[in-house]
T-cell receptor
Framework: GENVEQHPSTLSVQEGDSAVIKCTYS??????FPWYKQELGKRPQLIID?????GEKKDQRIAVTLNKTAKHFSLHITETQPEDSAVYFC??????????FGSGTKLNVKP | DGGITQSPKYLFRKEGQNVTLSCEQN?????MYWYRQDPGQGLRLIYY???????QKGDIAEGYSVSREKKESFPLTVTSAQKNPTAFYLC???????????FGQGTRLTVV
């Protein structure tokens, strides 16, 4: 089955700096890679996703890159703000199968 | 509010009692999932269902049971066989094709 590893487990940055979270996956058949943000005590919510036929996707301050050959994908947050502080989860998915989630990264943006 | 509803938000039970957590969605999604989240931990899959009347065990199914009699509903029962049931439980749903999973707001279960 699929195995998703996520690093780092915690990340602390200064407001305005960039943050990068990396994930690797094992099943080359996985073709959908969402990223979720979970604020304390709340539900995870999708912030960006990428499909295997795309190498990069950007939405304002958030971008995701995918390297299919190396089987890794990354979340990039630029100009971080205190409200970006949360736990971020990556996931890998294959149609008609389950989602495989990474273990999460706790991001702390210091004002 | 995402179209997927979990109830109740908080649940307290005595040790040794079975308890059922509700999950309902009106998104017409085929797939539904139950995850457990412990403090500071990631999402661990308990059970998932890709279609009505069918479900599969996830990574930590022991002590849990589910049913999928209707497309809209995927209730989770935490049985007395679950050794450490106190946790935050999240239900999610998605289309079978590659689209995002929508999460419910979660149920925080405390067993005393």
């Amino acid at each position: 089955g699929e195995n998703v590893e996520q690093h780092p487990s915690t990340l602390s940055v200064q407001e305005g700096d960039s943050a990068v979270i990396k994930c690797t996956y094992s099943d080359s058949a996985s073709n959908y890679f969402p990223w979720y943000k979970q604020e304390l005590g709340k539900r995870p919510q999708l912030i960006i996703d990428i499909r295997s036929n795309v190498g990069e996707k950007k939405d304002q301050r958030i971008a995701v890159t995918l390297n299919k050959t190396a089987k890794h994908f990354s979340l990039h947050i630029t100009e971080t703000q205190p409200e970006d502080s949360a736990v971020y989860f990556c996931a890998a998915h294959l149609a008609f199968n389950k989602f495989y989630f990474g273990s999460g990264t706790k991001l702390n943006v210091k004002p | 509010d995402g179209g997927i509803t979990q109830s109740p938000k908080y649940l307290f039970r005595k040790e040794g009692q079975n308890v059922t957590l509700s999950c309902e969605q009106n998104l017409n999604h085929d797939a539904m999932y139950w995850y457990r989240q412990d403090p500071g931990q990631g999402l661990r899959l308990i059970y998932y269902s890709q279609i009505v009347n069918d479900f599969q065990k996830g990574d930590i199914a022991e002590g849990y049971s589910v049913s999928r009699e209707k497309k809209e509903s995927f209730p989770l029962t935490v049985t007395s066989a679950q050794k450490n049931p106190t946790a935050f439980y999240l239900c999610a749903s998605s289309m079978q094709a590659n689209t995002e999973a929508f999460f419910g707001q979660g149920t925080r279960l405390t067993v005393v």
